[in-house]
């Protein structure tokens, strides 16, 4: 369990750095991190913590407080420290020293990673210059698990800044670290996370949490930043008869930070249960996305996935790693379930609530206008699936569905009159393929009516993971040529006959505007739960019946002017589906940075609670990311040629005058 490495290079190291010399020995604060138990049945790696105590042997070791100081929890300072000032960046006279970096590196067991942006070994500027690895990333660059693999890249490296892309997605022709971190903390325990909270608290570093890289925002960088990597916290546990502080008593599973939707989804089926978690492979279940609200396929029957949460173990903006459910900490525990990733703390585990194995049904077609008689009677067969969305959504179902303009059934080519709609998967769970085909009959009399051919693909198996797994291939990201916005569209804009018609014709519009729809039929109040409100989700998502992903492409090599005027008309086009749905708000997990009004937007009625908990426990604002709680109060000052914090390219700093 314990990280060992040799004492002897420690004590070295500390007295070359810091002139130690009375020679005692210092191991690693994690290898000497006490070994504390604190929740019921925590992970080995979560027993491994930081303590006043270890800290205090450190500072009789150091025999310098300057430097011993800078790695104290926030209330062992006696300092007021919620003055709040730009972060320090690489070269400012603040910034700590080399040798500083390598006794943290020493105290973490050589978990700290200094950044080389991915794609470096495709420069010839940078020392990891490598044709062939070049190739192998280049070919692997859409795929998911190229970046989530790697310490610092995230999945939409337009928020990074684009400074460092591989032949053929590159705007420019260099490398830069960009909006990348400085360094990043690989993660393996608790203590090495409360160290790096302490260490950027108290050096005023910009710190970011990395988990997958998957935000649609690129939540997970920031220029010049101490990042915490999260991706290796792996461990899962499953209990069969688990007693939640809510009072729930039954199957639950305890996944760790770093735990991803296929792994949970497995560890599930091997218990002969089911758990929520996205549709994408790879999306991080531990991390942003249960944080965020995180909707699934089985939404519409269970509810969001951060109402399944029981018990969660966070290390806070102070350092202090604690357990949070219904009864402790209950506060934090009510903002970390759907107030989103980056707020307080870095969460390290979650428990989350086990259902039955669930029998479950995929359906999977597309139909294009050339299946088609007309165009008329193409739109007529998508009309037909909005006017059937509160009957599948209310059968439990989910769909994921794309609407555009391209001879490739992706995305949507300017001026294109190729259009399609691809169902690419419909999930009905609990139902037979019959009860499936029967549910689709009124939308599918509509196509056959129209004479449009489509060809339905069934798949059914008693367990909702083997039919996920043929439904949903793995993703695709890392291109920084598309931007998105999106909308929540309520129950009352289905049942109203002239809202539905607005939406429709929204639909419509887009295509013929050259944008892409990428949309889902999905509620966040399931059909098979009671409704829930003791979480921070966004309370639009209980009555919304679609939640729509409206977006437009540019060229790889598009200029930033490009990039700006092709963003803004995203955002101005979406009013149409803001004005339908004037009341309801968008996800924040697959938002809008620019999204206008956007804390009442991402947050509705929680967000004054929410603002009010992160001055409590965040007074410094330690924790920053674009659109998080609190974002307002900070800029990022971008150096690319687009206005400040629509990216993470630039310094952070407060908003003047606040
Ligand atoms: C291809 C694709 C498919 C998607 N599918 C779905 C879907 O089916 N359903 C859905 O709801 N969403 C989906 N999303 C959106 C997804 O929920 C968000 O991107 C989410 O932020 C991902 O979280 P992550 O931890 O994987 O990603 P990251 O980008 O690494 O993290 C996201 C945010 O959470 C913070 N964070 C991560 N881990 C922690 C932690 N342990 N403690 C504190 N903060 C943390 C990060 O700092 C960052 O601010 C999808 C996104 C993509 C790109
Ligand atoms: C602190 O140092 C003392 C004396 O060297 C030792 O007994 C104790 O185990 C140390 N505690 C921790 C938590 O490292
Ligand atoms: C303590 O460390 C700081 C930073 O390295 C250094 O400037 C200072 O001189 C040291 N103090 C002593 C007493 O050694
Ligand atoms: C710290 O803040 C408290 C309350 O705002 C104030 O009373 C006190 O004087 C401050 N102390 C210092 C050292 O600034
Ligand atoms: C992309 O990179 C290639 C190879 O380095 C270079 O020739 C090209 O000019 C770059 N494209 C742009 C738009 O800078
Ligand atoms: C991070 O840690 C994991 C597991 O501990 C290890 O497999 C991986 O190689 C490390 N990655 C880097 C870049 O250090
Ligand atoms: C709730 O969390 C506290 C720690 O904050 C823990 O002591 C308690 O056992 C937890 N309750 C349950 C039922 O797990
Ligand atoms: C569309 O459906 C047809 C028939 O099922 C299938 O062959 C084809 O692969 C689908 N196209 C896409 C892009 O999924
Ligand atoms: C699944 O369907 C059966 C039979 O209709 C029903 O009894 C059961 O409650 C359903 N389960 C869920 C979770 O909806
Ligand atoms: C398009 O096709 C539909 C269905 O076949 C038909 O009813 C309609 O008249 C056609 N419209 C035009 C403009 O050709
Ligand atoms: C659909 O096709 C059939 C056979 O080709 C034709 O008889 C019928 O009129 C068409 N229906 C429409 C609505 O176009
Ligand atoms: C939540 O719902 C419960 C039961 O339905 C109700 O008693 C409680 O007042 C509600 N709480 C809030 C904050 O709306
Ligand atoms: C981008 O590349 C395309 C060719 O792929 C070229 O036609 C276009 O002019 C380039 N645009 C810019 C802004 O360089």
């Given at each position: 369990m314990k990280t060992m490495m040799a004492s002897g290079l420690a004590a070295l190291v500390l007295t070359t750095v810091?002139?130690?010399?009375?020679a005692s020995v210092i191991p690693s604060l994690t290898a000497a991190a006490a070994i504390v138990s604190s929740a019921a049945t925590p992970f080995s790696r979560e027993r491994v913590q930081l303590t006043d105590e270890v800290l205090a042997n450190l500072s009789l070791t150091i025999g310098n407080s300057s430097i011993s100081n800078t790695f104290q929890f926030a209330d062992a300072i006696?300092?007021?420290?919620?003055q709040r000032s730009c972060k320090v960046m690489p070269g400012s006279p603040l910034w700590p020293s080399d040798r500083h970096w390598d006794l943290f590196d020493v105290l973490l067991g050589h978990r700290l990673v200094k950044t080389v942006p991915?794609?470096?070994?495709?420069?010839?500027?940078?020392?990891?210059?490598?044709v062939d690895k070049c190739t192998i990333i280049t070919g692997d660059w859409m795929t998911s698990n190229t970046h989530m693999n790697d310490p610092a890249s995230i999945m939409l490296p337009l928020y990074e800044g684009r400074t460092c892309m591989p032949p053929g997605y590159n705007y420019t022709s260099s490398c830069e670290?960009?909006?990348?971190?400085?360094?990043?903390?690989?993660?393996?325990n608790v203590a090495q996370i409360q160290l790096a909270i302490n260490f950027a608290r108290n050096q005023n570093l910009r710190l970011v949490v990395k988990n997958t890289g998957h935000d649609f925002n690129g939540k997970a960088a920031g220029k010049g930043a101490l990042s915490i990597w999260t991706h290796w916290l792996k461990d899962m546990a499953f209990y069969s008869h688990y007693h939640a502080a809510n009072g729930y008593v039954g199957p639950a599973m305890k996944v760790g930070a770093g735990i991803q939707v296929w792994e949970a989804y497995e560890y599930a089926k091997r218990h002969d249960v089911t758990v929520l978690g996205g549709e994408?492979?790879?999306?991080g279940l531990g991390g942003g996305y249960t944080a965020g609200g995180g909707h699934s396929p089985l939404s519409s029957l269970?509810?969001?996935?951060?109402?399944?949460?029981l018990a969660m173990e966070v290390v806070l903006a102070n350092g202090r790693f604690i357990t949070a459910n219904s009864t402790h900490h209950s506060d934090i525990f009510w903002m970390l379930r759907g107030g989103?990733?980056?707020?307080?703390g870095v969460v390290t585990s979650l428990t989350i609530k086990a259902y039955p194995k669930l029998p479950t049904t995929a359906v999977t077609f597309n139909f294009t206008v050339h299946d088609a008689p007309n165009a008329s009677a193409f739109w007529q067969g998508v009309r037909s699936y909005l006017d059937h969305i509160e009957a599948f959504v209310d059968a439990g179902t989910y769909g994921y569905y794309y609407v555009g303009a391209s001879p490739l059934e992706i995305g949507t080519d300017p001026g294109s009159t190729d259009y399609y709609f691809r169902m690419e998967s419909f999930i009905a769970p609990n139902m037979t393929i019959a009860e499936t085909k029967s549910l689709l009959a009124p939308w599918f009399e509509v196509l056959d009516h129209q004479n449009i051919s489509y060809t339905p693909w069934y798949n059914h198996a008693d367990n909702f993971h083997d039919t996920w797994a043929v439904a949903f291939p793995q993703e695709y990201v890392g291109t920084a040529m598309v931007k998105t916005a999106s909308r929540l569209m309520p129950r009352s804009v289905f049942q109203s006959a002239t809202l539905r018609e607005r939406t429709f014709a929204a639909h419509q519009d887009a295509i013929e505007q050259s944008l892409f729809i990428a949309g889902f039929h999905v509620s966040?109040?399931?059909?098979?739960v009671s409704p829930r409100n003791?979480?921070?989700?966004?309370?639009a998502w209980r009555d919304a019946l679609a939640h729509v992903i409206v977006g437009t492409q540019w060229t790889s090599n598009a200029t930033w002017e490009t990039v700006y005027n092709s963003s803004l008309r995203v955002t101005q086009w979406m009013d149409v589906l803001r004005e339908i749905a004037p009341e309801s708000g968008a996800y924040m997990s697959e938002g809008?940075?620019?999204?206008?009004n956007q804390q009442q937007a991402f947050y509705g009625t929680n967000y004054p609670m929410l603002y009010a908990l992160k001055q409590k426990y965040d007074p410094t604002g330690l924790f920053y990311a674009l659109t998080?709680?609190?974002?307002?109060?900070?800029?990022?000052?971008?150096?690319?040629?687009?206005?400040?914090?629509?990216?993470?390219?630039g310094r952070l700093c407060p908003v003047p005058g606040l």
């Open positions: 810091v002139g130690v010399s009375n006696h300092e007021n420290g919620s991915l794609a470096a070994p495709c420069f010839p500027n940078w020392p990891e210059y490598d670290l960009g909006g990348y971190p400085a360094y990043v903390v690989n993660a393996s994408a492979v790879t999306v269970y509810g969001m996935a951060a109402d399944q949460v989103g990733g980056s707020t307080i966040g109040t399931g059909i098979a003791d979480t921070s989700v966004l309370p809008d940075l620019l999204e206008p998080a709680v609190g974002a307002e109060d900070w800029e990022v000052q971008t150096t690319d040629p687009v206005p400040y914090s629509w990216n993470n390219n």
